[in-house]
Structure formats: structure tokens, C-alpha cells
């Protein structure tokens, strides 16, 4: 379907405006928020709003959903069923799980109208500068179908793979961030209590070959993914490295919680005799619990 074709953007919060926003530059669009307030923000920016869902999506060739809450989208998605033509684009945007998309595409699919979930993995920020990655999940048919809408938000796209995958992206990126946070913070506290300045921190943590990056590229991008385990670091010796830490933050009386938690992971690599392994083996732990 051409891109002159209207777009709806169903959800006009801080990142819905954005959304709304870049695929303005390319089309026509129209804005729908159950809230007055972020109707009003949306006409200050100059997008066309309507009044009522089906009035929004009256003549559009894509709906882009950007809500606040999977129920929220999948209570969208099951009222536009019974008012989209077959042909239709829906773009789920929004952070939800792999089995709301699932059950939102089989939805859809009924009616035919296509799904596509591309999950926006920046801020606002990035998306208004057109700069956000959108991890895509979906058939091939539904994400040619929406090429044209997802191209105007951002030329910056990884097909991650099938129906639901995009948003199993979205969470697990999310997972990480969240978590690596706490140990960042726990590490700051560690290098405030010993004279390292926050500044000297990032500088130190930004480097290729740091803690916050080497174990990703090296460790998850190579031996991993090649299951090439010969050390390298042995596992024993990340262990006594993860022991001396926990020293460390004893002594300082730092409470530790994620680093705390991650050296358990060690204590059971090593209890299975994986000790003289290059430490990325502990990722097999994982394989065998799965399995089992």
C-alpha cells in the first residue's frame, strides 16, 4: 500500500507524539488519546486529531499503536477488528510480550488485516531525531505491507525474526538496561568508596575492552556463539575475581544485590567442575537448565 495512504497513531503520549511526529513528514496522520490534554499537545504540534477511535481510523491504511499497557493494546486491537478493512497495517510500537502480539496478530488475522510489532528500542529523543532502532517481528508479508510506515519512522530496522519477535527484543533489551543499572550503581558505590570519581567510572566502563562491554563482544559475540570454551580466563579464576568484590563491598559497606546475585551463577559452574573453562562456559548453565 502506497504511503500516501493516512496513518492513524492510535496513543499520543510522550513517545506517540514523536511517532506521530516522523511519520507526519511523510504523509498524512492522524492522532487519537482517550485524554483531552494529549489531544490538545498533539494539535500544538500541529498533527490532526480525531475524537473517537473509529473516527481515527476511518479511510487509514495503518493504525500505529503506542499505549501504555499490553491490555490496553489488545482492548485496542479487538475494537478495530470490527472497523479496518481487510489490507489494513496494524504496528504495535508499544512494550508489550510475545504472546500479546501473538494473540493480537491471530486477531487480526481473522479479519485480515496485517500485524506487525516493531518495538522502539531508544527515548523520545532519539525517535524525534529519527534515530531509534524499531526491532521488528512479523510475516513477511505483513512487514513488506508496512514497510512504508516504518521506513518514515526511522530507516534504522532489525527484522528480528517472527510474529512476536520484535517484542521479545524490546523486553529483553529492556531486562538488560534495568538490570546492568543496578550493577553500574553498585560499582559506582564501590568506586566512590575508593577515591575513583564518577567521571574516571564512565571513562573506565566505556572502553572496549571494560567490564561493561568485553563480556557482550568477546565473550556472548564470540566464544559463545562459537562454543569455544578453552580459556582465556578460566571460570576459577573469574570466581576469585567475583569473590574479591564481594571483599571489597563487605569491607566498604556497600549492600550488594545484583553482584551479589551473579557470583552465585560461578559458585555452580565451578561446584560442576567447569572450573579450568574459559568463564563464557557459564552461559552453558543456562542450556542445561532449559533442557531439563
Not at 34 to 42: C, F, N, T, W
Not at 88 to 93: K, S
Not at 280 to 287: G, K
Request: hydrophobic residues 50%; charged residues 15%.
Amino acid at each position: 500500500m502506497a504511503r500516501n495512504a493516512a496513518c492513524a497513531v492510535i496513543g499520543l503520549g510522550n513517545m506517540g507524539i514523536e511517532v506521530a511526529g516522523r511519520l507526519a513528514g511523510g504523509g498524512p496522520v492522524v492522532g487519537f488519546d482517550l485524554l483531552a490534554e494529549r489531544l490538545a499537545v498533539a494539535e500544538g504540534r500541529g498533527i490532526e486529531v480525531a475524537r473517537s477511535l473509529e473516527s481515527a481510523v476511518g479511510g487509514a491504511g495503518a493504525v500505529v499503536l503506542s499505549l501504555p499497557t499490553p491490555a490496553a493494546s489488545r482492548a485496542v486491537v479487538a475494537a478495530l477488528v470490527g472497523m479496518l478493512p481487510r489490507g489494513t497495517v496494524v504496528i504495535e510500537t508499544s512494550t508489550v510480550t510475545p504472546a500479546d502480539v501473538e494473540a493480537m496478530h491471530a486477531m487480526c488475522g481473522k479479519a485480515g488485516i496485517e500485524f506487525v510489532d516493531a518495538a522502539i528500542q531508544s527515548g523520545v529523543e532519539i525517535m524525534a531525531r529519527g534515530g531509534s532502532v524499531l526491532l521488528i517481528g512479523g510475516e513477511a508479508e505483513g512487514i513488506a505491507a508496512a514497510r512504508p510506515w516504518l521506513d518514515a519512522m526511522s530507516s534504522k530496522q532489525s527484522v528480528m525474526g517472527g510474529v512476536g519477535a520484535g517484542a521479545a527484543a524490546k523486553v529483553i533489551n529492556n531486562a538488560v538496561a534495568h538490570g546492568v543499572y543496578v550493577v553500574l550503581a553498585e560499582a559506582l558505590a564501590m568506586a566512590r568508596a575508593n577515591g575513583i570519581a564518577t567521571a574516571d567510572f564512565v571513562a573506565m566502563m566505556s572502553g572496549a575492552d571494560a567490564g561493561l562491554v568485553r563480556p557482550l563482544t568477546h565473550r556472548i559475540g564470540e566464544r559463545v556463539a562459537q562454543r569455544n570454551f578453552a580459556p582465556g580466563m578460566p571460570l576459577d579464576a573469574a570466581r576469585k575475581d567475583s569473590v574479591l568484590a564481594l571483599e571489597v563491598a563487605q569491607r566498604d559497606g556497600i549492600p550488594l544485590f545484583a553482584i551479589q546475585g551473579a557470583h552465585t551463577a560461578y559458585e555452580l559452574a565451578c561446584a560442576q567442575g567447569l572450573g579450568r573453562e574459559d568463564y563464557a562456559v557459564l552461559a552453558t548453565l543456562w542450556d542445561k537448565w532449559i533442557a531439563g
